[in-house]
């Protein structure tokens, strides 16, 4: 009886090293209850040649391919998908991957282990919180003396009401956690699911 073992590496993202790669590498949905479309292509230098498609993840349920096989003959080849999403996912980012795996052209030899490439484009939903839910990161520019510093801070609203109005009182403190300067950005709404960027500038002393 023929043995044949593959051994893939699975990676995100494709690099030029690889034969095989995907674009887009991911795509991220909005939650919708019911029915969402997806596309995606493979590019491929080796033509032509077969591949695997397999859902995984935690949506990998709810992710159904148009073919779990594919003969590549041409360079680049559109992948379509649909994900059903329930109503009942828990707030927060969800995700799920369809894995591509090349199959090794066809071999006689019995026991043989071969090496296969596997990539994967992930699939992103991120389910909304009740009420109001911001997160949001701070990027800081230009720390010089005697001129003014820039803080942005990006917000999103994660959840399903809108955030009327938001702003940032920031505290700058020394090395022995003293209070040196108070200061505060503009303000603004951030509807569901959106992102907005407040911005603050404090005047540094030499």
């Known amino acids: 009886m023929k043995r044949i073992i593959f051994v893939f590496i699975a990676i995100i993202l494709a690099t030029n090293v690889l ?8 795509t991220e949905l909005a939650f ?11 590019v491929s230098d080796n033509i032509p040649s077969k591949v695997l498609l397999t859902a995984e993840g935690e949506l990998g349920k709810y992710i159904e391919i148009e073919s779990d096989n594919l003969i590549l ?18 707030p927060g980012e969800r995700k799920g991957n369809i894995m591509v795996l090349e ?25 909304p919180y009740p009420g109001k839910y911001v ?15 820039e803080f942005k801070l990006a917000l999103k609203n994660f959840g399903i009401e809108k ?5 940032a009182t920031i ?12 200061f505060y950005t ?21």
Do not use: C
Request: hydrophobic letters at 40%; charged letters at 25%; zero cysteines.
């Open 135 to 149: 997160t949001g990161k701070m990027y800081i520019t230009n720390i010089k003396v005697d001129e003014p510093i």
């Open 186 to 206: 503009n303000s603004k709404g951030i509807i569901p699911g959106k992102e907005e960027v407040l911005e603050g500038l404090w005047q540094t002393q030499s």
């Open 163 to 167: 955030v009327e109005n938001v702003k």
């Open 73 to 90: 003959k041409e360079h680049e080849t559109w992948v379509k998908f649909k994900i059903n999403l329930p109503k009942d996912l828990p």
């Open 32 to 42: 919708v209850q019911g029915t969402k479309e997806g596309v995606f292509r493979i």
């Open 103 to 127: 199959v090794p052209k066809e071999i006689d030899d019995e026991n043989i282990i071969m090496a296969a490439t596997a990539i994967t484009h992930q699939v992103k939903i991120n389910v």
């Open 171 to 182: 505290v700058i403190k020394g090395p022995s956690n003293e209070e040196i300067g108070v």
């Open 19 to 26: 034969a095989l790669g995907l674009a887009p590498a991911k």
